[in-house]
């Protein structure tokens, strides 16, 4: 019985590290509206090839432990709506912890690593900064959040092996947090496109 349980153990870690067995290196470069009033928050996270949620790759501090300064008890839902309603880690303060990096926003953006998997998938990164308000995104019709956040994807196909792909611009989150789709871009954004540079995926 012992050696049917270890081969059994054994053969779970082995199907794990073949689920989980591509690295990729993952960079958002800094972009000329990365800091502004207040810090962006963002985060990246991996998807089958359907849109279908896996996990989330990196988060930043307090998107994942919902510390927002003088926020209303439901939190900040507009912060990461697409996310925050992917991953079914709400936006207000709970006890869940997240199996990802996690950091304060980094200065200059950042470099990671992160384990993908030998299937098709895709991977969505999320940005905001509060308080980025302009003509259109006023304190008055947006809140603390001011401009929507911005969500770039990228497709990577199973036979990616080398090379680097650039995630796109693919479209904003609800103003309000009230839904986790993805707008169209609206011609309104102005510094939240400059947020950052670059977010791209290079095969290791």
């Known amino acids: 019985m012992k050696k049917i349980i270890a081969l059994i153990t054994l ?6 590290s073949m689920l989980f067995a591509k690295e990729v290196t993952i960079s958002v470069g800094a972009g000329e509206c990365w800091k502004q009033k207040s810090e962006p ?10 849109g279908n949620f896996i996990r989330t790759l990196y988060v930043t501090q307090r998107a994942s432990k919902k510390n927002w300064r ?3 008890k439901e939190g900040r839902p507009e912060s990461l709506p697409v996310w925050y309603h992917k ?3 709400k936006a207000a ?15 200059g953006g ?3 690593n992160a384990d993908i998997g030998e299937a098709a998938c895709r991977i969505c990164a999320e940005f905001n900064t509060s308080f980025d308000y302009n003509e259109n995104y006023t304190k008055k019709n947006s809140g603390v959040n001011g401009q929507p956040s911005i969500v770039y994807i990228a497709d990577i196909s199973s036979d990616f ?7 796109q611009l693919s479209g904003t989150g609800a103003i309000d947090g009230s839904d986790g789709n993805i707008h169209p871009v609206p011609v309104e954004l102005t510094t939240a496109r400059k947020i950052v540079k670059a977010v791209a995926v290079k095969a290791n």
């Open 11 to 16: 053969g779970m870690i082995f199907i794990t």
């Open 110 to 112: 950042i470099i990671f």
């Open 70 to 72: 003088m926020s209303p």
């Open 93 to 107: 303060k709970t006890e869940n912890e997240l199996d990802a990096v996690t950091s304060a926003t980094p200065k």
């Open 41 to 50: 928050q963002f985060s990246v996270w991996l998807e089958d090839e359907n």
């Open 87 to 89: 991953s079914k880690n």
């Open 161 to 167: 092996s080398e090379g680097e792909i650039l995630l």
